[in-house]
Nanobody, 127 residues
Framework: QAQLIESGGGLVQDGGSLLLSCTATGHTFANNAMGWFRQSSGKEREFVAVLACATTQYSDSVKGRFTISRDNAKNTGYLQMNSLKPEDTAVYYC??????????????????????WGQGTQVTVSS
């Protein structure tokens, strides 16, 4: 059974940085599209970033501050978050497509298109 395990969340001050990790077990996801989403209290889960088809895409709210990457040798994905703001406070989730070929771009930002999800890691940015 494939599992995604996130780590790296925590409490950071306004302007600080965090590196989130997402390690897959039970399955190799080297060629699968991987995304990061977040959900804050009382809001719907929203798209943050995706690495798919050797391409990255970011939401407007994090573009220029966050960087998504992966290390296939470690079966691990990352989300480097810099210049964090209080409005970035949320539970962050990594997610992966089950298919190991390139999904259509119109699927990349939709949470309901992803097949595997991590348990989430809390990120809190204090002002």
């Amino acid at each position: 059974q494939a599992q995604l395990i996130e780590s790296g969340g925590g409490l950071v001050q306004d302007g600080g940085s965090l590196l989130l990790s997402c390690t897959a077990t039970g399955h190799t996801f080297a060629n699968n599209a991987m995304g990061w989403f977040r959900q804050s209290s009382g809001k719907e889960r929203e798209f943050v970033a995706v690495l798919a088809c050797a391409t990255t895409q970011y939401s407007d709210s994090v573009k220029g501050r966050f960087t998504i990457s992966r290390d296939n040798a470690k079966n691990t994905g990352y989300l480097q978050m810099n210049s964090l703001k209080p409005e970035d406070t949320a539970v962050y989730y990594c997610a992966v497509f089950k298919q190991n070929y390139c999904p259509a771009p119109n699927r990349w930002t939709r949470a309901d298109e992803y097949d595997y999800w991590g348990q989430g890691t809390q990120v809190t940015v204090s002002s």
